[in-house]
């Protein structure tokens, strides 16, 4: 079965540039997670969707991100403008809200803002 | 409030020891508790999880975990350590209900080192 797929799985781009990380959940999974893990700050929740609709977005850092699902099957995070702080990998993840299924997580992206 | 503290941030053995990497959890509710491992430059992966039901619960590579509600912990144990466990382990309790269903909050995660 198809996982999680992230892409691209490394990024870099100059500070300022607008990046954009995209996210192929599992069919089927109706929830889904943003993540960025630094070594600072270890593995912080970004944002999460239930059946596309966002609710809670308490993590984002500042109104330069934003996220969208705009479909079952995809979603993208958006940094604009990006900084050197931003730095970091992303993950996606994705679950089945039936019962207390786990989250299943993507490979990540790895974003170096210069 | 939920939480999760992992007792050592790093942790090492020798290959065929014992691995124990300690968790411990608050929730006002019952939990439902998952460990995660991750190798280098890859997601997390789901180890074992409990939701109900038998409180020993058995995962993927050989390794264990025992939910105590008496002492809010579900350490993870490995009777024999081999050089490929080397990785970052999480642990991490579920909110079962209210608005923030399905979220997890994680431990701020054990390095497990493995020496020949």
């Known amino acids: 079965d198809a996982g999680v797929i992230q892409s691209p799985r490394h990024e870099v781009t100059e500070m300022g540039q607008e990046v954009t990380l995209r996210c192929k959940p599992i069919?089927?999974?109706?929830?889904l997670f943003w993540y960025r893990q630094t070594m600072m700050r270890g593995l912080e929740l970004l944002i999460y969707?239930?059946?596309?609709?966002?609710?809670?977005d308490s993590g984002m850092p500042e109104d330069r991100f934003s996220a969208k699902m705009p479909n079952a099957s995809f979603s993208t995070l958006k940094i604009q403008p990006s900084e050197p702080r931003d730095s970091a990998v992303y993950f996606c993840?994705?679950?089945?809200?039936?019962?207390?299924?786990?989250?299943?997580f993507g490979d990540g992206t790895r974003l170096s803002i210069l | 409030a939920q939480s999760v503290t992992q007792l050592g941030s790093h942790v090492s053995v020798s290959e065929g020891a014992l691995v124990l990497l300690r968790c411990n959890y608050s929730?006002?509710?019952?939990?439902?508790l998952f460990w995660y491992v991750q190798y280098p430059n890859q997601g997390l992966q789901l180890l074992l999880k409990?939701?109900?039901?038998?409180?020993l619960v058995k995962g993927i590579n050989g390794f264990e975990a025992e939910f105590k509600k008496s002492e809010t912990s579900f350490h993870l144990t490995k009777p024999s350590a081999h050089m490929s466990d080397a990785a970052e382990y999480f642990c991490?309790?579920?909110?079962?209900?209210?608005?923030?269903?399905?979220?997890?909050?994680f431990g701020q995660g054990t390095i497990l080192t493995v020496h020949p």
């Open positions: 409990y939701t109900t039901g038998a409180t």
């Open positions: 993840a994705s679950r089945n809200g039936q019962g207390y299924q786990p989250q299943h």
């Open positions: 969707f239930n059946n596309n609709v966002p609710i809670d």
């Open positions: 069919s089927g999974h109706d929830y």
């Open positions: 929730s006002s509710v019952p939990p439902y």
């Open positions: 991490a309790v579920m909110r079962a209900g209210g608005t923030s269903y399905g979220k997890l909050t």
